[in-house]
């Protein structure tokens, strides 16, 4: 269903009692809730850096200058949006860190879907309705701290924007994928919840904790199985078949010249040709 240009969702603030009694329920969740912030990735920087302990989150009712990857731009109308960072001190060892962004876009994708949307991931971590439209953006930031190394997850979900509002064509909103107005406080706690007990399952978990967390994202990965294009930093650029997401959680590419194996890091954008 699109909603027309003048048939906007009920916008108000975010239910700040409701967002604390939900966080206050999830071990290792604490909430800090700002009307209005530029980024809640460098908050949450700042609150890392000056000893905020994990599970610290970072909302802002209005994300005025939000980042995505590459130094994107990310910007929604008041009230339209569930953006927050979550402060995250993994223990696993530092290889495992690029499995974050690969585990943070998984469980939003668990949340929605678990919300009744048919949300699927693009590997590594944009949140994919519809035809393949974008809903949500993640961008995960490694910060130095006095307490050592920190994640920084930073998530953007449009919620409630209509079909005129949204920035570019291949993107979405929950209210313009399905009937009725989504209830933007629920959509920020299944998230952020989804996202905690992931991670903690995650960590928990060692080696076979990965083992489980890749199987279950080849099972929500809308790249794999399809041709695709990926272009890389320098203006480069591969075609092939994505065929699996490797032991290190980087895209496997079955190109004309054999395979290839990329990591987040290493991409611009993957799209799909087919």
Known sequence: MTLGSNQHPARGPLDGERLAAAFGQTPGLALELLPEAPSTNEVATERARAGAAEGLVVVADHQVAGRGRLDRTWETPAGTAATFSVVLRPSVPAASWPWLPLLVGHNVTKALVALGYDARVKWPNDVLLDDDRKVAGILVERVET??????????????????????????????????????????????????????????????????????????????????????????????????????DGRLVVETSSGTERVGAGDVVHVRATD
């Open 146 to 247: 006095p307490d050592g190394p920190a994640a920084i997850i930073g998530v953007g979900i449009n919620v409630s924007m209509t079909a005129d509002e949204l920035p570019v064509e291949t993107a979405t909103s929950l209210a313009v994928a399905a009937p009725g107005a989504p209830d933007r406080t629920q959509v920020l706690i299944e998230a952020v919840t989804a996202i905690r007990e992931g991670y903690d399952v995650w960590q928990a978990g060692g080696d076979l904790g990965t083992q489980r967390l890749a199987t279950s994202y080849r099972s929500h990965c809308a790249t794999l199985g399809r041709e695709v294009r990926v272009d890389l930093p320098g203006g480069g650029e591969l075609t092939g078949r994505a065929t699996d997401i490797d032991p």
